[in-house]
């Protein structure tokens, strides 16, 4: 059980960071045609596709951060939490 919880925690984590770098990738302006920020893009929307549109602000920026904000920040908790566990 406890290597379960370890995996499930590294996956949340790194759910959580291909999340912000889609996110600092979106909001810095990155090139959509580049190979890397398309990867990152398509696993973002991947992840994030239980909560996208869930709001709808009219500013890109504020739509960026509520369509992948929002699941970073589920992830992130879940991913401590699970390390929490871990070690109690």
């Known amino acids: 059980m406890r ?3 370890h995996v499930l925690r590294i996956a949340a984590g790194v759910a959580t960071l291909i999340l ?3 996110i600092v990738l979106d909001l810095s302006g990155a090139n959509p045609g580049n190979p890397i920020a398309d990867w990152f893009h398509d696993a973002a929307d991947w992840l994030s596709g239980w909560s996208r549109g869930l ?3 009219d500013s890109s920026t504020a739509r960026t951060l ?5 699941p970073a920040v589920v992830y992130g ?3 401590y939490a699970l390390g929490r ?3 109690a």
């Open 77 to 79: 908790a879940v991913a």
């Open 55 to 57: 709001f709808s602000p």
């Open 66 to 70: 509520a369509d992948y904000g929002i």
């Open 3 to 5: 290597a379960l919880v």
């Open 20 to 22: 912000a770098v889609w």
């Open 85 to 87: 566990r871990e070690w």
